[in-house]
């Protein structure tokens, strides 16, 4: 007997039983379903890269959080997000690509970060974005939130709300108060407002030096509510000396119109003028996504507009808007909220059990039948007891289970046992793939 | 101006443009749709592990290739196949599994050998197991060349021949001529002669020290041809006392004859005595796949039965049998050959061209409908140039542009434009959906 070596995984990557894969994959599938029907075409990059190349525009958290070593003499390093591989694959292509180039990207992307409750080291984003050469239609930004409302209305997990925001009139307004150069961290202290609440937030305003005078006009800038129409006239009206500013509030009203056309519910959009976003990268339209009934989910798909993705790595103007969605994480929290159920929709639809291995012709006759209207067929061999038999079916969790014997065989038809509502009947071989897929 | 960092990807890793992705995507989904039809349920493992789990087995050509780094304190390593993560799963979870256990699971191992022509360091694998409890019965061996056959109809790279063989009638052949020991070697010669020749064989064979009685006899043994039934004639009336054989040449004539009630064509499964695949691991019946036209790419699906798959993690016993296609380098030889090429079926049914992006409500309508009956469309915003949007369409390869104009909105109409047969024609809404679905 071989010395045994304890199978085990790494903590922080999530591996999943075969019914709630299946539950993951209908997410993976859902988004992809969306992302192709709005148009966007499909892209897979490596997960290695030249770390180089990767960390072109990374800082001190990324470098600390990456997978990096080296194979020969070559410094790699695992992609930590399916951005930079974006911007490294348009600058690389760029000759190859028409514009506007639309892609989407599904896959698994790597931080070294400590593990703690839901944070994952490995986990899939699933992307999309819009890149533009020199420029792109600000319709790309109202047609966002409209994809992320096809997705998340399919995904049925309850009321959720889509808010967006515009970086320039944040930008504009701090400009105004003559706080630019604190910009960064003022919008770092105002995106935790959810979180430490209003005081903490303006505690820490305080403590970073600004008059109280200034700290008013924030606090009751970013608490600026109602609908959308009446805090874009609460914009219009503040009426802040600012270029930016005055280009954010028009570019935000002309989404906010735009919006409107693409036919979504309402109150499934709102501007919110606490959104920030990453603190360099985002220049325009920023969107963050909640489900109303479970705030303390976080963002579940965020995005937004930037002015330039490929500037580390050419000198084309490369504008582009996309958003993301944080599938590992985004699966573990709505399991754990009890919003994904394992449902009795099966990716396997029957399960057809011959009563004997020898005779199997008309078992795959009937199994090559449903498959060929594309229905998923398993088929349990082996002489093992019906017990055990309807124990594999539930585990597979079919809706229906078909039982073959010599009398079946004989009279043309099959015994049909409904798993849910138990039923069995005998059903001709001509009536069987109505019956099925009725 | 930042410095620019020049943007590449390391070799032997494989990055398609849009088009191709396509044709890649459009792989993975064929071959995925045949195993789910088969009833096989999706797995996905953790692209990286602890080394010492994943070098469980391995011996020393695996150790070479494997990409292996440390992290904090562990010894961590990417996954160079998905039989072992398969392996160390089974055992990990064995209390919530079923058995049989049908799992698929197609993702990208790493395996950093120099780079060849065709050969990749990252390339997926596409990889279907039955693991069975203590047994499982050989209706699977019968059914794993009818999911191969069923995979290589739809992909339609012309005629096809699955060869199969029984790795105990090798073995049982070998132990009557008393070459047990060398059993491995002989068949890694064996398995080269489709490259070197019938005379580099016997030279080989010689140079063991393997006397001439028994090199005629290897080699009339592996020259046994014919239909199927009559090289199991030819083995039966070999008649060779060895248990190990008696019992191969038996589950090859039960496999043989259950193949045929999977209703294949019967030129494309041909027992093939040559076929012994890995050394050490499989046990009984082994799969190659060849395309007739072109022998020359060698087995484009291999696999077959294994006594006990978690052998160095636990004490159950569990055998299995599978196949495996490595779907980058087909990929990348079906290419080449020229079997693969840009059809006309785009991923994208329809772009739709507003002439104004001022008037986008009816553009987006025509959109909503026909993504209501499951077209993918994509819109064409911002008012560029019509040669530039026939650019575009050509480029993400749609068969139809609806363009969308004052005169059009007027009359509820749209106009069509047939991106093959250059048509163009003005279609009522009302028709619109049977005229793009017909």
């Known amino acids: 007997m071989t010395k045994k070596v304890q199978p ?133 930004d109202a047609e966002m939130p409209a994809i992320i409302y096809e997705i998340f209305k399919r995904l049925d997990f309850g009321p959720f709300v889509i808010r967006y925001n515009n970086r320039k009139i944040l930008n504009g307004f701090f400009a105004s108060l003559e706080l630019t150069d604190m910009v960064s961290d003022v919008l770092r202290i105002i995106d ?45 009206e503040l009426a802040i000396d600012d270029e930016n500013y005055r280009l954010g509030v028009e570019e935000l009203k002309t989404v906010t119109d735009m919006i409107a056309d693409f036919n979504l519910d309402s109150a499934s959009y709102q501007i919110d003028l606490t959104i920030a976003r990453g603190l360099d990268y985002y220049t325009g339209t920023v969107y963050e996504t909640n489900l109303v009934n479970y705030p303390s989910l976080g963002s579940i798909c965020s995005g937004g507009r930037y002015d330039n993705l490929t500037g580390f790595y050419t000198n084309e103007e490369l504008p582009g808007i996309g958003i993301s969605i944080g599938l590992t994480r985004l699966f573990s929290q709505l399991k754990e909220a009890g919003l994904i159920k394992a449902s009795k929709k099966s990716l396997i639809d029957v399960l057809v059990v011959p009563m004997d291995d020898n005779d199997l012709s008309y078992t795959l006759r009937v199994a090559d039948m449903l498959r060929q209207n594309n229905l998923k067929v398993d088929i349990y061999y082996g002489n ?44 001709l071989l001509t009536d069987l793939v109505s019956k099925l897929t009725s």
Chains 1, 2 share one sequence.
């Open 8 to 140: 085990k995984i790494l903590p922080g990557f999530m591996e999943l039983l075969p019914q709630d894969q299946l539950l993951f994959n209908h997410m993976v599938d859902t988004i992809r379903g969306v992302y192709e029907e709005f148009g966007f075409m499909p892209l897979d990059t490596p997960v290695i890269e030249y770390a180089d190349v990767l960390l072109a525009k990374a800082g001190g958290e990324t470098e600390k959080q990456i997978y990096r070593f080296n194979k020969g003499d070559n410094d790699l390093a695992l992609r930590f997000d399916l951005t930079v591989p974006l911007a490294r694959y348009v600058a690389l292509h760029y000759n190859d690509l028409t514009f506007p180039f639309k892609r989407y990207q599904m896959g698994k992307v790597y931080r070294g970060e400590r593990p703690q409750h839901g944070r994952y080291r490995e986990f899939y984003q699933c992307d999309i974005d819009v890149i533009g050469n020199a420029s792109i239609p600000l319709t790309y």
């Open 192 to 236: 935790k407002l959810d979180k430490i609440g209003l005081d903490n937030v303006k505690e820490e305003l305080v403590n970073m030096g600004i008059s109280q005078d200034k700290i008013d006009k924030i606090l009751s800038f970013i608490q600026i509510k109602g609908t959308n129409q009446e805090i874009l006239t609460k914009l219009m």
């Open 384 to 427: 093992k007891g019906m017990k055990q038999k309807m124990k594999y079916a539930n585990h597979i969790g079919v809706n229906y289970v078909i039982i073959i014997g010599s009398d079946e065989i004989q009279k043309e038809m099959v015994s049909l046992k409904n798993m849910i509502t138990f039923e069995q009947e005998n059903v």
